[in-house]
């Protein structure tokens, strides 16, 4: 059980940098991993999700090396992997699970992936159908982990997605560069263009339609080792930016953070509340880049429908937060995809802010909120229900507070941001620090 910090006095300040992205960090490494020479890893996220997918690689017979957040990468070439040992533990990540099904597929052995309990509860089914029709071949139990992949020759052909997915986007295109012929892939709606970016850095041919949906990918590419240097995740970054805008007197700076279009959809969202926004460009690093700077405000309602969800999706909890300050009703839709994550995030996000008394309504899709500036809390002891993001979210909403809580499970943090509380309470005065 860990103690929250509550409401700091004169809010929070500072600069602050995040650590490095976790789509990214996954991406780097599985590039590497498959093309010609050395790829190295600035800013790498040491974080468990992307620590399996490093060792998941490495028990393919690839030669990584870590110090810190900067890794080593010997590229084994598109056909250099080797059969692993046993199952590849996957542990929470989905990323690096959807990603590989799709890397393996075309590989000349077998594979098995295995995860931990959320993860072995979230569809795969998803990645198996789109990937056969291709030409491989993955056994599910039930549609779930464990999953057998019998890697196969595979073939170009067009693909039309069901799920608005990065990872099942990023699984076809991980195939199509091992087919024999040329495919397309349109998504249902754009989503992050991460592996889409860093293929081209590294010498594929991955081009995207005016409709930013639609994708074509030439095959057997010659991919080359190439330094990364990863941007700071924004979905990290997120839960100071959405901090600093509700806790009263806040003001902070979040330094090198990424600013993919893709993903930026939460500072759309605080500008369209009334938020006070402020971003600083820098230098592109092969995805855009700059300083944000968040002040605290009284924030409007906000309706968000299917096409706004994408590149929010990892910040809705954090959507619900800002609502639940926001005098007046919100409504999130079409956000189903959100009952598939780490937890039911619509089930998980509903009970815990109702716990600080926000009325917040659960609908299939989504969730309707019903706003104040001031909560009156009726349990003080929140769960992250092992879900990295509900942990971070309660740790938020208690810096809204002058009532002491506290969160059960505070360990999934790791999943994604291991410092998490050390780099909030870099933001609170000294002799409030708690955390
Ligand atoms: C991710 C894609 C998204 C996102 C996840 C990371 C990625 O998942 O929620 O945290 O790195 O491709 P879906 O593809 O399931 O939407």
Redesign the pocket.
């Given at each position: 059980m860990k103690k929250l910090m509550s409401r700091p006095t004169n809010g929070l300040h500072g600069c602050l940098t995040v650590p490095g992205d976790?789509?990214i960090s996954?991406r780097s490494l599985m590039l590497g991993a498959i093309s010609h020479g050395q790829t190295t890893i600035q800013h790498f996220l040491p974080a468990e999700d992307c620590l399996s997918t490093l060792t998941a690689l490495q028990g393919l017979g690839v030669d990584i090396q870590r110090t810190g957040t900067t890794v080593q990468v010997t590229g084994q070439g598109l056909h250099g992997l080797r059969p692993a040992s046993g199952p590849l533990q996957m542990g929470n990540a989905?990323?690096a699970t959807?990603l590989l099904a799709g890397l393996l597929a075309g590989q000349p052995f077998d594979s098995t992936l295995i995860g931990d309990a959320s993860l072995s509860q979230r569809p795969m089914e998803r990645v198996r159908q789109p990937l056969q029709l291709m030409g491989a071949e993955l056994e599910l139990t039930a549609g779930h982990l464990p999953m057998s992949i019998h890697g196969r020759n595979l073939h170009g052909r067009r693909s039309q997605m069901a799920v608005?997915?990065?990872?099942?986007k990023?699984a076809l295109i991980l195939a199509a560069i091992q087919a024999d012929a040329p495919s397309t892939i349109v998504e249902k709606l754009p989503?992050?263009d991460?592996t889409e970016r860093l293929l081209t850095a590294f010498g594929a041919e991955v081009a995207t339609a005016a409709d930013q949906r639609t994708i074509t990918v030439q095959p057997q590419p010659q991919l080359i080792g190439q330094p990364v240097d990863v941007p700071g995740d924004f979905?990290s970054a997120a839960f100071f930016m959405t901090a600093a805008s509700i806790v009263p007197g806040s003001r902070v700076t979040l330094q090198r953070v990424g600013l993919n279009p893709t993903r930026t959809g939460l500072l759309r969202v605080l500008q369209r509340m009334g938020g006070q926004v402020q971003i600083d460009r820098l230098a592109n690093v092969g995805e855009p880049l700059g300083n944000v700077t968040v002040t605290a405000a009284n924030l409007r309602p906000i309706t968000l429908t299917a096409a706004d969800i994408?590149a929010v999706?990892?910040e809705l909890p954090l959507v619900a937060l800002l609502a639940a300050t926001a005098d007046g009703i919100s409504r999130i839709s079409g956000a189903g995809?959100l009952r598939v994550?780490e937890t039911d995030r619509i089930a998980t996000i509903c009970s815990e802010l109702r716990k600080l008394g926000v009325a917040i309504d659960e609908q299939p899709d989504g969730f309707v909120i019903d706003g104040r500036p001031a909560w009156q809390v009726k349990d003080s002891k929140l769960v992250s229900h092992g879900d990295h993001r509900i942990g971070m979210m309660a740790a938020v909403a208690a810096l809204r507070l002058t009532t002491p809580l506290e969160l059960t499970g505070a360990a999934a943090i790791d999943i994604s941001y291991p410092t998490f509380f050390e780099d909030l309470s870099r933001l609170l005065p000294k002799t409030e620090v708690r955390v």
């Amino acid at each position: 059980m860990k103690k929250l910090m509550s409401r700091p006095t004169n809010g929070l300040h500072g600069c602050l940098t995040v650590p490095g992205d976790k789509s990214i960090s996954h991406r780097s490494l599985m590039l590497g991993a498959i093309s010609h020479g050395q790829t190295t890893i600035q800013h790498f996220l040491p974080a468990e999700d992307c620590l399996s997918t490093l060792t998941a690689l490495q028990g393919l017979g690839v030669d990584i090396q870590r110090t810190g957040t900067t890794v080593q990468v010997t590229g084994q070439g598109l056909h250099g992997l080797r059969p692993a040992s046993g199952p590849l533990q996957m542990g929470n990540a989905g990323t690096a699970t959807r990603l590989l099904a799709g890397l393996l597929a075309g590989q000349p052995f077998d594979s098995t992936l295995i995860g931990d309990a959320s993860l072995s509860q979230r569809p795969m089914e998803r990645v198996r159908q789109p990937l056969q029709l291709m030409g491989a071949e993955l056994e599910l139990t039930a549609g779930h982990l464990p999953m057998s992949i019998h890697g196969r020759n595979l073939h170009g052909r067009r693909s039309q997605m069901a799920v608005a997915s990065a990872q099942v986007k990023s699984a076809l295109i991980l195939a199509a560069i091992q087919a024999d012929a040329p495919s397309t892939i349109v998504e249902k709606l754009p989503t992050r263009d991460h592996t889409e970016r860093l293929l081209t850095a590294f010498g594929a041919e991955v081009a995207t339609a005016a409709d930013q949906r639609t994708i074509t990918v030439q095959p057997q590419p010659q991919l080359i080792g190439q330094p990364v240097d990863v941007p700071g995740d924004f979905s990290s970054a997120a839960f100071f930016m959405t901090a600093a805008s509700i806790v009263p007197g806040s003001r902070v700076t979040l330094q090198r953070v990424g600013l993919n279009p893709t993903r930026t959809g939460l500072l759309r969202v605080l500008q369209r509340m009334g938020g006070q926004v402020q971003i600083d460009r820098l230098a592109n690093v092969g995805e855009p880049l700059g300083n944000v700077t968040v002040t605290a405000a009284n924030l409007r309602p906000i309706t968000l429908t299917a096409a706004d969800i994408p590149a929010v999706i990892d910040e809705l909890p954090l959507v619900a937060l800002l609502a639940a300050t926001a005098d007046g009703i919100s409504r999130i839709s079409g956000a189903g995809e959100l009952r598939v994550k780490e937890t039911d995030r619509i089930a998980t996000i509903c009970s815990e802010l109702r716990k600080l008394g926000v009325a917040i309504d659960e609908q299939p899709d989504g969730f309707v909120i019903d706003g104040r500036p001031a909560w009156q809390v009726k349990d003080s002891k929140l769960v992250s229900h092992g879900d990295h993001r509900i942990g971070m979210m309660a740790a938020v909403a208690a810096l809204r507070l002058t009532t002491p809580l506290e969160l059960t499970g505070a360990a999934a943090i790791d999943i994604s941001y291991p410092t998490f509380f050390e780099d909030l309470s870099r933001l609170l005065p000294k002799t409030e620090v708690r955390v």
